[in-house]
Every structure is written in C-alpha cells, then in structure tokens.
C-alpha cells in the first residue's frame, strides 16, 4: 500500500472509483430498499417456485415456462416506462414537476397499449409458444403435461398483466422523484399476499380447495392487485410529498414535444428491452433441447441467480436515479464521477454474491422435491452464472449510465444487438454442432459477458453518453 501511495495510483483510484461517507449514505439510501424489494420478491418467489414443485417436476416445468412468457411481458414494460424515465429523473433534478406529471401520464397510457397488445397475443398462440421449450428429449406424456399446466398457468395469468403495468408505472415515478421507500413497501405487503394466497391455494389451507397451479396463478393475480392499491392510495393521499400527481387525471394532455422527445428516446428502450427479453428466453429454448430435465434445472437456477443477483442489479436503479438528477441539474461531471464509484461498489458486492452462490450451490438446491438429476443440472448452472455475475454487474452499471444521457440506440448494440448477434447464435452453435454435455455447454455460453462488460466499460469512459436533456428541451 506504501508503494502504491508512493507512485500516486492508490490516491487516483481511489478519488475516481471510491467516494466518501456522504456519497455512501445518499446511494444506499436509494439501494437499499430497492435490494429489499427485490430481495423480498425473490424470495417469495422461490418459496412459490418450491411449493409448485412439492406438486412435481411437471408442474413446476409448465410454470416456468408460462412465466418465460411473463418475463418477456416484463420486461417490454420496464423498456416503454423507461424512456418516459430518463426524462422523468432529469424533470425532477430540475424540479419541473409538471413536465415530470406529463411523463407519467404517457407511462399510464403506453402501459395500457403494451397490456391489450400482450393479452392478444397470448390468448391467440398460448400453444405454440409454450410448445417451443418442449422439444427436448423426454417422455412424451411429461411434455404433455407440461404443456397443459403451463397453459393452465397463463390463462389466469393474464388478468394480473394490467395492475402489474399500471403499478410499475407509478413505482418508476416514485423512485425517479427520490422516493424508493413507498414502491418497496408496496412489493413487499404484495410479494407476502402472494406468499400467503399461494400456500392457502396451492395445498388448500383454511378451509379453502387444494387449487394446485391454478392457485398459485390466482395468488400471484391478487398480490399484483394489492400492490397497485397500495402505491396509487397512499401517493394520492400525499400530494404535498408527490406534487406531480396533483391534477394527474384531469387531462391527458401531454406536450407534443414530451411526446416526440419521449418516443424518440423510449422507442428503442422498448424495442430493446422486447428483443433483449425474447433472445434470453430464446437461448433458454435453445438449452431446452438438450433434454426435459434441463428445463427443470434452468428454472431451479434462474430463481437462485436472480435471488442473489437482485443485490448488485439494484445499484442501476441507483445509476440511473443519481446520475439523470445530476444530468438533469446540469452537473455532468459530477454524474460522470457517480457513474464510476457506483460501478465499483457494484463489482464488488457481485464478486461477494457470486462467491456465496458458488460455494452454496450444491446444498441449497435440496430445498426442491424433485429428480436428483435436475438439482445437480441447477447446481452446475449456478455456479457458471457466478462466475460471471461481476461482469453482469459492470455491463448493468453501464447499461443504465447511457441510458440516463438519452443514448438510448446504444444501449440497443450494447444489449439486444449483442444478444441476437452474438449471445445467441454462439449458444445455437454449442448446442448444434458439438457434443458438450450440458453443464460444459452452459458454462462457455456465460462466457459471453466479459466481452461486453470489456465494451459498456470503454464507451462509458468516452463521456459521450453524458447530456442535460432538460436543457437541450429548453
């Protein structure tokens, strides 16, 4: 450390990727309740993830599946609020609240559209969907029956898709205004209605039927009804904390040139977030192939990996909240110095969780009643996804740093462009043409991340990403 200070790297590094207690106190302020909200919701859903489980593999299977459909839905979501966001957070650095109200009115009216768009298509072609991750090798009357309880499954889905639009949509405000405390309280009062809803349905406790997956379907429909509730009451009956909501609903005027800007900007956030959620489920199908059982283990990792990565993935929420306040009060270096100390303290709280994931891995996957052949599949998947989960925190952390300058098409090469260029047909290419068994298969298709992680870290250095939208509106 004497010779490191000596030279005068010690002292560089540490201004430029180490900040000091008030830089600490104000991003944890906004990391962690959202780490808690999403660790709550992880959680949850690994404990639904196991209860659908105790009633069999297939079971399990048809609803994962449903739920790669879902993830999808999702994630279209996220993207179309997300352009509406970068504006909403530089709005709210530049205290203008009623362009920031605008914002939220398009985000209601964009969510509405992705929703009726989302149930066309899935009342339309549920089977021909589903039917896409039941091409492995496997008992025919496993695939069967996977179909059927996926179909089941999304049906009921489907009423859920609006609260869940419509809440999101009010949370991202939220949090852009600085207000992260109240959308976890309502995904966490939410994500314990599912909880109970699910355990009461799923084995019929209380006096109610045994529903089985149609319970859990059910209980996850209330829970997203719950958490709408909540965030829309308890905002509206604080306008003094949440002026932008003053007025909300007495028009729908949005300024024609939000509007341009926001689509010009959010357009491909959307497209994005669709092509990125559609290449991972996608590379999903691909790995599907190599038999029934894979599809078992792959839902059995992707719950632990989004589990421990919740921890390192919510310091983008944070990303994007401090450094579009900053852009937006027109301090661009201040936001350029942010971006790099957030990246660092998420490098390093991802190095952690992938090491506790890797040593974990092969006890925690007992939780589940199912074949040892799947648990061992989700073990070694685990343990491939850690040793990679520090270069997903770094392309995280710049995937949301260029987002909050408006470079929104770059995010597109650096994220779904990347998926369908290389991601995918990388993975098409081990799956087709070799004879890799599928844990060494699995483990070279992570071994796409460093690369872009390589990428997003030298674009972000360039500072071209960084601009003061509200300035360039004025």
């Not at 007025?247 to 005027?253: A, D, K, M, Q, V």
Request: charge should be positive; charged fraction near 10%.
């Amino acid at each position: 450390m004497q010779s490191l200070t000596a030279t005068g790297i010690w002292p560089r590094f540490k201004a430029k990727f180490i900040g000091d207690r008030s830089f600490y106190t104000m991003a944890l302020a906004l990391i962690i309740p959202v780490i808690i909200q999403n660790t709550v919701t992880n959680v949850v859903n690994l404990l639904d993830n196991v209860m659908v489980g105790y009633l069999g593999t297939n079971h399990m299977s048809g609803v994962a599946i449903a739920n790669h459909l879902m993830f999808v839905f999702n994630l279209s979501i996220f993207g179309a609020l997300s352009g509406a966001g970068i504006y909403g957070a530089q709005f709210a650095g530049a205290k203008d609240w009623r362009s920031f109200r605008e914002t939220l009115r398009l985000r209601l009216l964009v969510a509405v559209g992705i929703t009726a768009v989302a149930v066309i298509i899935f009342t339309q072609w549920p089977t021909e969907l589903l039917s896409l991750y039941l091409e492995g090798e496997g008992n025919p009357a496993d695939s069967s029956a996977m179909l059927a309880f996926g179909s089941q499954y999304l049906k009921i889905m489907l009423w859920g898709l609006l609260p869940f639009a419509l809440a999101q949509s009010y949370s991202s405000a939220l949090r852009e205004a600085g207000e992260t405390v109240l959308p976890m309280r309502a995904s966490v009062i939410s994500v314990f209605v599912n909880l109970v809803f699910n355990y009461v349905l799923i084995f019929g406790k209380l006096g109610f039927p045994a529903l089985g997956i149609t319970g859990a379907a059910i209980a996850t429909v209330i829970s997203r009804m719950a958490e709408l509730v909540i965030v829309v009451v308890v905002s509206h009956r604080n306008l003094d904390r949440f002026p932008f909501l003053i007025g909300l609903y007495r028009s729908l005027h949005i300024g024609k040139n939000l509007t341009k800007n926001v689509m010009i900007k959010g357009m491909p956030l959307l497209v994005n977030e669709f092509l990125w959620s559609a290449g991972m489920v996608t590379i999903t199908q691909i790995l599907s192939t190599k038999g029934l059982a894979v599809v078992g283990g792959l839902n059995i990792a992707s719950t632990f990996t989004n589990l421990f990565g919740a921890f390192f993935f919510s310091i983008g929420t944070a990303v994007a909240i401090v450094t579009g306040q900053a852009l937006g009060a027109g301090d661009l270096e201040l936001a350029k110095a942010q971006v790099w100390r957030l990246l660092f303290f998420a490098v390093c709280l991802a190095s952690v969780i992938a090491l506790i994931l890797a040593i974990s891995a092969g006890w925690i996957t007992q939780i589940y009643n199912t074949e040892v052949e799947v648990r061992n599949l989700a073990a070694a998947f685990m343990r491939a996804s850690a040793l990679v989960m520090p270069f997903q925190a770094i392309a995280n952390s710049c995937y949301f740093a260029i987002r909050s300058g408006g470079r929104t098409m770059l995010t597109m090469v650096f994220d779904s462009i990347y998926v369908w260029v290389i991601c995918l047909p990388f993975t098409y290419a081990l799956v087709a043409f070799t004879s890799l068994e599928i844990e060494t298969l699995y483990l070279f298709s992570q071994a796409i991340h460093p690369l872009k992680a390589i990428l997003s870290v030298a674009f972000v250095a360039t500072g071209f990403w960084a601009r003061n939208l509200v300035s360039e509106k004025a």
